[in-house]
């Protein structure tokens, strides 16, 4: 069975850090991209940050470029997204997603593994 588990979310004060990671089970992670997407309460989901399956690409969203980072390890089938200055409107759950398409990810589309989410709260 195909899975990836997040892990790493909390509650944290604005202009904190956090470090989400994403394992994979049941799959090797190497030739998957991977992406990290997030839902606030009412409101639709959106991207944060994406990278390919060699770790060569990498794409984020405008609010989050030079505040996020995406990392992968695919020696222990992980991907991290460090997440630093954070901020109030950062809050949201947090869900990590595989497929072998880099440009499926980009877009956000009908990926093929979903993790079950991890929530990120950041006070003000």
């Known amino acids: 069975q195909l899975q990836l588990v997040e892990s790493g979310g909390g509650l944290v004060q604005a202009g904190g850090s956090l470090r989400l990671s994403c394992e994979a089970s049941?799959?090797?992670?190497?030739?998957?991209?991977i992406g990290w997407f997030r839902q606030a309460p009412g409101k639709e989901r959106e991207g944060v940050s994406c990278?390919?399956?060699?770790?060569?690409?990498?794409n984020y969203a405008d609010d989050v470029k030079g505040r996020f980072t995406i990392s992968r390890d695919n020696a222990k089938d992980t991907v991290y997204l460090q997440m630093n200055k954070l901020k109030p409107e950062d809050t949201a759950v947090y869900y990590c997603?595989?497929?072998?398409?880099?440009?499926?990810?980009?877009?956000?589309?009908?990926?093929?593994?979903w993790g079950q989410g991890t929530l990120v709260t950041v006070s003000s």
């Open positions: 997603a595989a497929d072998l398409s880099f440009p499926k990810v980009v877009g956000g589309g009908n990926l093929e593994v």
């Open positions: 990278i390919s399956s060699s770790g060569s690409s990498t």
């Open positions: 049941g799959f090797d992670l190497d030739y998957y991209a």
